[in-house]
């Protein structure tokens, strides 16, 4: 009887132990980084993901179940350290409400594979149509009131449909967007000619036959009938796809890129010392892993190690 009661202890004891030390490695990962999905938070915005850079994450340590209570938070800690935020526009095959889908390609993937990105990154998911520029904004706005984000280094960069998104977030909002990528996209904007305001890259592919590079060459026509296009950089990347330019969102240059810009630059350059060329863009992966272990909240889901198809044509 005694034997059996300490037996009994001993497995309680036992899986007591294997709980904390569960506990304290899962909290160990999550204040490194985190990454948390949110829904019908930030009013008249989109369902989103929200990623903590690793030294941020315990100032900036938010519950996915308080979600609806964010708003009225404050940043309360005594020591900031404000980081740029990026947004990361997805194209049309990621358009849905099953924000999963929003890690299967681009900024979240890359730091998913070990691409080191030391900024807020947000990634919403668009249920259908065109990016909406306002829509955006407010939940750019939701991150600066529950985040410390440097305002002066807000970045957007998509694809196909997030780079059509891409364009006209920043020609709509060409003083609050520090810099801005857009890949294999075009412009639904009236107000092309504010991009001369901004750093902005365009790449895009000449075989592209999803959306032709000719949708690019109406945005640079439209802004240079505007004015200067001194802060512009336009690569048409010789004999590439649609899908190839995605390798983009992977290499470290574009992100060096546009952390490289800030809205109290004197003038506003563009810094084009940075070289993103066929040349070194078939190269995007070669420091990165196959499969993630980026914290998230991920429960109910699934997450597979997956790319978009066109990503496989390497």
């Known amino acids: 009887m005694g034997?059996?009661?300490?037996?009994?202890?001993?497995?309680?004891?036992?899986?007591?132990?294997?709980?904390?030390?569960?506990?304290?490695l899962y909290s160990c990962s999550t204040t490194a980084q985190e990454l948390r999905p949110f829904h019908n938070t930030a009013p008249g915005g989109y369902h989103f993901w929200m990623y903590t850079p690793p030294a941020s994450a315990d100032s900036a340590h938010h519950s996915a179940t308080a979600s609806t209570r964010l708003d009225k938070h404050r940043k309360h800690h005594t020591h900031k350290e404000l980081?740029?935020?990026?947004?990361?526009?997805?194209?049309?095959?990621?358009c849905g409400r099953n924000l999963q889908m929003v890690r299967r390609y681009g900024t979240l993937d890359a730091l998913d594979r070990g691409r080191k990105i030391d900024a807020y990154v947000l990634a919403?998911?668009?249920p259908g149509g065109a990016w909406k520029p306002d829509k955006l904004m407010h939940l750019c706005e939701w991150a600066f009131r529950n985040y410390d984000i440097d305002t002066t280094r807000v970045y957007v960069l998509g694809m196909s449909l997030g780079?059509?998104?891409t364009i006209d977030l920043a020609a709509a909002y060409p003083h609050r967007i520090a810099a801005a990528m857009a890949l294999c996209g075009g412009g639904t904007s009236?107000?092309?000619?504010?991009?001369?305001?901004l750093p902005l890259w365009i790449l895009h592919g000449?075989?592209?036959?999803?959306v032709p590079i000719s949708a690019s060459d109406k945005v640079v026509a439209a802004m240079q009938k505007a004015g200067p296009t001194d802060r512009l950089i336009y690569s048409r990347l010789k004999g590439y796809n649609h899908g190839q330019p995605a390798r983009i969102f992977?290499?470290?240059?574009?992100?060096?890129?546009?952390?490289?810009?800030?809205?109290?630059?004197?003038?506003?350059?563009?810094?084009?010392?940075?070289?993103?060329n066929t040349t070194n863009i078939p190269l995007a992966y070669r420091d990165l892993k196959r499969k993630g272990s980026l914290a998230g909240s991920t429960k109910g889901h699934t997450v597979t190690d997956?790319?978009?198809s066109v990503l496989q044509n390497k």
């Open 163 to 165: 780079g059509y998104g």
């Open 206 to 210: 000449t075989v592209d036959r999803a």
């Open 3 to 24: 034997k059996s009661i300490l037996h009994h202890a001993h497995d309680c004891l036992c899986t007591i132990g294997v709980f904390l030390i569960l506990t304290f």
């Open 190 to 197: 009236r107000t092309l000619g504010n991009l001369n305001h």
């Open 250 to 276: 992977y290499m470290k240059e574009a992100y060096e890129w546009l952390f490289s810009h800030r809205l109290n630059d004197k003038g506003r350059p563009v810094n084009r010392s940075v070289t993103i």
């Open 306 to 308: 997956t790319r978009e």
């Open 83 to 94: 980081k740029p935020l990026v947004v990361f526009l997805h194209g049309a095959s990621l």
């Open 124 to 126: 919403p998911q668009n």
